[in-house]
């Protein structure tokens, strides 16, 4: 075994913490995910109760519908993104393992470094993925509440 340890468990350390924070960014995805899914239900069974003289709210119904999908597609693409950047955390971790056992080895330190920048890239891309969405919830409410004044 080449390495201390402390040098095992400090070489560990980075991708455990960014799978931790992933898990947190996925609950939170779950979250939302949960809250958009209720509101499609909410609004098609408001829809299917309006009268045919309610014509005004039936129209901003139809028009948040179709962008509460696209918002769900955000979310779910997001939460991909985020369970592969766990998953390459992962990888990352097993690598870096793998690497104290054998020693210096060029193919496992390109993998542990290629597992990690993978997993970033996969963060980073569910990040904008979320960012997006959080852009269309606004534009959603704006329909919403456009009468409101």
């Known amino acids: 075994m080449h390495g201390t340890i402390i040098e095992i468990i400090n070489g560990m350390l980075a ?59 955000l979310i779910r693409n997001a939460v991909w993104f985020y369970t592969i950047g766990i998953a390459m955390f992962i990888f990352s971790v097993f690598s870096i393992g793998l690497y104290f056992l054998v020693g210096e080895n060029s193919i496992i330190t390109s993998l542990s470094i290629s597992f990690f920048i993978v997993a970033l890239l996969a963060v980073f891309s569910g990040i904008l993925h979320a960012a997006k969405e959080v852009r269309l919830g606004f534009e959603i409410l704006k329909i919403e509440t456009k009468d409101i004044r």
């Open 15 to 73: 991708p455990g913490i960014m799978i931790s924070a992933c898990g947190l960014l996925l609950l939170g995805m779950n979250n939302k995910y949960s809250l958009v899914v209720n509101r499609i239900r909410t609004l098609n069974t408001e829809f299917r109760q309006l009268t045919p003289d309610e014509l005004h709210r039936k129209e901003s119904i139809l028009l948040q519908l179709p962008l509460l999908i696209i918002r769900m597609r």
